[in-house]
Each structure stands twice: as C-alpha cells, then as structure tokens.
C-alpha cells in the first residue's frame, strides 16, 4: 500500500496538502515551537508529526517519499503491537496473533489510511503501547505506569488530549475486566472489595501516568503557548480539546452517525456472516477477560465517541485494533461452519462498487455538480471488481480459517486497492498540484503579489516549495479594486465553467479535484476586455 500510494499519487488536498505544507513552513522558517500554515499561526494540531517529518527530511532530504514512510513504519508497528496484545491476552492460543494483523489491514479504512499522511496511525500507536502498559501493571510490573504515561504525553503530542478518549475508560474500568467471573454486577463488586487494595494502588497509578503524561505534552505546551500568544494558548489549551467536544466548529454529525458508517470502514468483515454468528455468541465466552478487555475497549471508545459532537471515520481507528482481537479469538474459538454464501454480503457490496464504476462516466451529465473528470473513469477497473465478486462468492466450500480469512482479506484487499487506483487514474491530474504551485512560486519568485481567492488550505505551499505566504482575499471583496491598488499581481480563482479557459486571461489553469482552478493575469484585467467584470457574481 505505501509503495503503491508513492508512486501513484500525490499527497491529496486539503488535510495530506495542509500537513505537509505546515512541515515546509516549520522547515523553512525554523518554528519548531509553534506551527505556521501560510505566514500564520497553526493551532490546530500538535507538532508530533511535523517534527517527524522535519526528522525524516533531516536524513533523506526535502522530498515527498519520506514522510510517508514515517507513517507506513508507525502502521506496521501497529500491527506488531496489536499482535503483542494478543499473546498478552491469549498467551495459550499463538495462533491468535498470527491471524489478527492480517483481519486488521484489510478492514477498508484501516488500508486506506495506511500510507495517509495523518495523525491517527500516531494515535493508534501510543494507544496499543498504553494497553499494552495497562496489561502490564495488572500482572504487577511498577514501571508500567511510567509506560503509560510516556503513552499519555506522546499521544497529546500526536493529536491532542483525545488519548485519554481511548486509554481511560479501559483503565479505570479495570475492575470489569480483571475479575475471573464475568460481567455480573454482584462478580464485579465481590472482587473489587476483595482486591480493595489492588484498586487503591490501581488507580494511584492510573493518576501518576496522567500527571508523567501532562509533564512531557507541557514541555512543550509552555514554550509554545508563551511564543504563541494568548489567541495560541486559548486554541491550544481549550478550543482544540473541550471545545471541539462540546461543540465542534467543524464534522458536525448526529449522534448515530458512526453506527451507519461502520460496517464500511469495517468492510469485509463486518459484512461477513460468520462474524455475526459468531458475535451471537459472544456472551458465553464473556468469561474470558481477554474478551472483555477488548469489548469494553471498543465499546465504551465508540460511545464516547458518538457523544462527541465532531465526528470522523478516521477518529476511531484506535479502536480497530479491539475489533480485529475480538473478530480473530472468536475464529478460532468456534467450531467452524462455512456456507456457500457466507460471503454474498462483501461480494454485493463490491459488486455495487464495480457497478458505480462502470456507471460514473455516463452520469456527468446528469448532475451538474459532479466531479467533471468521472467521465473518464476506465470501464476495466468496474469489470475486475465485478470477477472479484464473483471469485469472492465460487470457491467457498472449505471450513479452513487459514483459507477463509485469506481469500477474504487478499481479494477484499485487492478490490479496495482496485477501487482506489481506478479514481485516482481517472483523475489526470485533478489532485496534482505541482503545476500551478510551480507556476506561484514563478510569480512570486518574479516579484508579483499572488493572492488566494476564498479560504485557503495551504495546498501550494509544500508543491511549490513557496518562499513565502500568500495573500488570501475574501469571496466577498472587490477583486478589481485590490487589483488596481495590486497591478502587479496575480489572483488564484476556482471556476466550474469550462468557457473561461481563456489563454489569454490565464497565467496557467488547471482541473482541480471537481471543478478548475486558474492563475488570473490582473495586467490582462486591468487593460484588456474584461475590465468591469463582476468576479464576485
């Protein structure tokens, strides 16, 4: 997946564009303290990430590769951490964590985030190694707590205070996962005042972590806040944690949302009818603490997740590693019975994704505000996703796990690498933006003033390794007025119609994502036929 997506495609606008343009600008500008986006502040997300990347760039140099293997090297440390949990859980079944990386890289989100230049693989990182630490200070290693917290701090570092999100409702409903009974209330209570004193040093632990966690996140966070200002300590102390809980500016979703998007993001196997035979089941083993580890993991995380007003695919990834643990000890706990169409649900699934494919080019125009380059989608790639399907369904008689989670996790993987090659081909160009970066920094590098029309991202910054920010002028504004207080400037406008491809209106234009995008000549406006032209209509 890393190899495929370094030589396929580009880092994608306008999250993968933003985080590496902040990297270039910690780079160049040498802000290690507080990131900038575009000359300014960036309070959004911590620098974890960005002083990784500036680590990788330090060995390798300035390139568009190494970031992404910082990131591909930290998801396959997952995956060996996720099987470490398993031998911690099942030490008696090997055969658990040989299976469970395999169940997990193919669950569709977790492939597509893979290479993605993101924080969430970091956030899954420091959360395996804190359940890893949990595991160790129930069977009475004390520097599991110091473990814990270096996994508090470095995850706040990674995408802020939402590690507690994923560590602490494990941690401090220990008491239903630690006892041998199960899940009663009257098992729960009994071995909590047994182990009263266990739970006193539990939890006394469980808050020393927290205090080593804040201690390394406010190494940082003090500096920064004091170099920042007060707007940056506001953002990075309030509006980036409580605030987005309690009302996030941004993702706003109902409340359900996560549940009519996770058989998705779980694809294949949450659409696999064994696994939902075999989580009826789940209730006679909740005996085993191992299952009940996972279960309160996954289940309590996706609560507290759903409560939370900002709402993403991507922000549950943590809790994949849980479902991949529970998913692989229920395989190879129960006897196995496979069907013929144990599989029609994946299969239908990609099936409808083969359908699309073949059916977007012809439905451009239909709808108006469709992406203009789905017409060029290639028929071949629906057609292999259609035989796909097909393969997914023949074949299905052996009662084999090895057989059935590898066909399943091999040709689902297939599919969605497929699927997603497919688009992006058919793009030619649209999430290229080396072009019109290049073009900027000709400009700018000329002398000219080049000003961004409407909010802007940083897409350019990192493709055209600007020197320097652009000016970003709102939607709303006068654009031929600034352009005569500017003559020697050049705007940056995003248009659908295909009519103002005028040559001589345009320094450079290109297809961007689904509509166009152009470097404007303001000497041209200013001279030639256009000017009086309302922009602003």
Known sequence: MLLV????????????????SVAWEMWQQGHWLVPHLNGEIYAHKP????????????????????????????????LGLTAKLARQLWSQQPIIAQWTPLILTSCLLWLFFTPALMFDMLTVFFTLVGMIALLAAWRGNPWAWGLLGIAFGLGILSKGPVIFLHLLPVALLAPLWQNDVGLSKQAVFTH??????????????????????????????????????????????????????????AHQRPLWWYLLYLPIGLFPW?????????????????????????????????????????????YLLPIYPAFALLISYLLFNL???????????????????????LLLPNITTIFSRISIWFENISPL??????????????????????????????????????????????????????GISEKIAEAQTAG?????????????????????????????????????????????????????????????????????????????????????FNWNS
Request: glycine share 6%; aromatic share 16%.
């Open 5 to 20: 997506t370094i030589f396929t495609r580009p880092y994608l606008p306008v999250d993968e564009t933003r985080y590496i």
């Open 47 to 78: 620098p974890l990430l960005f002083w990784l990347i500036q680590l990788s760039w330090a060995i390798f140099g300035v390139n568009e590769w190494a970031p992404r293997v910082v990131i591909g090297l930290f998801t396959l440390a997952n």
């Open 192 to 249: 909590f005042f047994q182990q009263k004193q266990f739970y006193k040093s539990w939890y006394l632990g469980i808050f020393t972590s927290i205090i080593i966690g804040a201690m390394i996140a406010l190494i940082w966070a003090i500096p920064a806040g004091i170099m920042g200002g007060e707007e940056y300590r506001a953002a990075i102390f309030w509006k980036q944690t409580a605030g987005r809980m309690v009302q996030s500016f």
């Open 270 to 314: 949450l659409l696999w009818l064994p696994t939902w035979r075999n989580l009826l089941k789940l209730p006679s083993f909740i005996s085993d603490q191992g299952v009940r580890f996972c279960l309160i993991w996954f289940v309590t995380v996706l609560i507290a997740f759903s409560l939370i007003s900002g709402k993403q695919m991507h």
């Open 335 to 357: 006897p196995a019975q496979y069907k013929r169409w144990d599989n029609i649900l994946p299969s239908l699934f990609i099936l409808l994704m083969g359908i699309l494919l």
């Open 381 to 434: 790639y629906g057609i292999i996703l259609i035989i796909i399907s097909l393969f997914m369904i023949i074949g299905n008689s052996s009662n084999s796990h090895s057989l059935q989670i590898i066909k399943l996790s091999v040709l689902s993987g297939l599919a969605c690498l497929l699927l997603s090659i497919g688009i992006l081909h058919a793009t030619e160009g649209a999430y290229h933006l080396q």
């Open 448 to 532: 000219k003033i080049v000003a961004h029309v409407g909010e802007y991202h940083g897409q350019y910054q990192f493709p055209g390794r600007l020197q320097q920010p652009l000016i970003v002028l709102k939607e709303e504004e006068n654009f031929c007025a600034w352009i005569k207080q500017n003559p020697n400037s050049e705007l940056i406008v995003y248009f659908r119609d295909k009519n103002l491809n005028i040559p001589q209106l345009f320094e450079y234009n290109q297809i961007y994502r689904g509509q166009w995008v152009g470097l404007i000549k303001s000497q041209y406006l200013l001279t030639s036929c256009y000017p009086s």
